[in-house]
Antibody
Framework: QVQLQESGPGLVKPSETLSLTCSVSDYSISSGYSWGWIRQPPGGGLEWIGSIFHSGSTSYNPSLESRVTISVDTSKNQSSLKLRSVTAADTAVYYC???????????WGLGTLVTVSS | QSVLTQPPSVSAAPGQKVTISCSGS????????VSWYQQLPGTAPKLLIY???KRPSGIPDRFSGSKSGTSATLGITGLQTGDEADYLCGTWDTSLSAYVFGPGTKVTVL
């Protein structure tokens, strides 16, 4: 059973960079599959942020693409998310997920709330 | 505003059946697989249905999915109090080049 755990600062100042890490347990990232991130603002719906495929290629939501970087560190068995120039609109619960291609997400982390505020 | 449309809420008595619709267009549901997620209050979403009608291991057969044209439907039979949650549909949108989710439907067990 794959387990995903997000970690990172719960508070980020406007205009700074939001950085989160997803630690993967019971599965080696280097073995395959894709990894990604989804967010959900308080009381709002889900928004796909992006995915990184086993090949190393990435796919980002066009609405966020200019500010997002998703990467993996196989030595640490982690995925990471960086979102630059954040504003209050980026306040959300951020979920680490395992995408199955472009079709669905079969594993989700518990989520971590990130608040953007000075 | 989501490109997928779901009813805000549905309700039924325990043991009854509910269906939740997810309406889209030819650039999303009409061309790609649909998945469904259950989000219990205060928790992360959980995959219920993938590839329109497949259930992951551990998901009871009370949950079913179907797709026709540009709409998809999630069915829940034998409704239980533990089924009270938000249910969201999702699919790839070819025009937007993005994975999109519906706004969610809240299921209430009367």
């Amino acid at each position: 059973q794959v387990q995903l755990q997000e970690s990172g600062p719960g508070l980020v100042k406007p205009s700074e960079t939001l950085s989160l890490t997803c630690s993967v347990s019971d599965y080696s990232i280097s073995s395959g599959y894709s990894w990604g991130w989804i967010r959900q603002p308080p009381g709002g719906g889900l928004e796909w942020i992006g995915s990184i495929f086993h090949s190393g290629s990435t796919s980002y939501n066009p609405s966020l693409e200019s500010r997002v970087t998703i990467s993996v560190d196989t030595s640490k068995n982690q995925s990471s998310l960086k979102l630059r120039s954040v504003t209050a609109a980026d306040t959300a619960v951020y979920y680490c997920v395992r995408p199955r291609g472009y079709s669905y997400f079969d594993y989700w982390g518990l989520g971590t709330l990130v608040t953007v505020s000075s | 505003q989501s490109v997928l449309t779901q009813p805000p809420s549905v309700s039924a008595a325990p043991g009854q059946k509910v269906t939740i619709s997810c309406s889209g267009s030819s650039s999303n549901i009409g061309y790609n697989y649909v998945s469904w997620y259950q989000q219990l209050p205060g928790t992360a979403p959980k995959l219920l249905i993938y590839d329109n009608n497949k259930r992951p291991s551990g998901i009871p057969d009370r949950f079913s999915g179907s797709k026709s044209g540009t709409s998809a439907t999630l069915g829940i039979t034998g409704l239980q109090t533990g089924d009270e949650a938000d249910y969201l549909c999702g699919t790839w949108d070819t025009s937007l080049s993005a994975y999109v989710f519906g706004p969610g439907t809240k299921v209430t067990v009367l």
